[in-house]
């Protein structure tokens, strides 16, 4: 009877490792799959324009600097 009982608690630390192993996998999968979308977004965000030339447009909508 302990040779089975060795069987049968080795089958049992088989099964419960194997559960440990795949709820690890399900997490690791995850935390990987998290950080590939946070490297997608943008850590920040640049404007880039170009002048227009009406400069009189400009100094119109603008206050001088001696205003204050």
Same mark, same amino acid.
């Given at each position: 009877?302990p040779k ?8 049992? %630390?088989?099964? /419960? ?5 795949? +709820?690890? @996998? ?11 979308? %946070?490297q997608s /977004? ?5 404007? +880039?324009? @170009? ?18």
């Amino acid at each position: 009877m302990p040779k089975y009982s060795r069987l049968l608690a080795l089958g049992i %630390a088989v099964i /419960v490792n194997s559960g440990a192993l795949a +709820t690890m @996998h399900a997490a690791m999968t995850q935390f990987a799959e998290h950080a590939q979308a %946070a490297q997608s /977004v943008p850590e920040r965000i640049v404007v +880039t324009a @170009h002048r227009n030339g009406d400069y009189k447009l400009a100094a119109r909508a603008c206050p001088t600097p001696n205003t204050l």
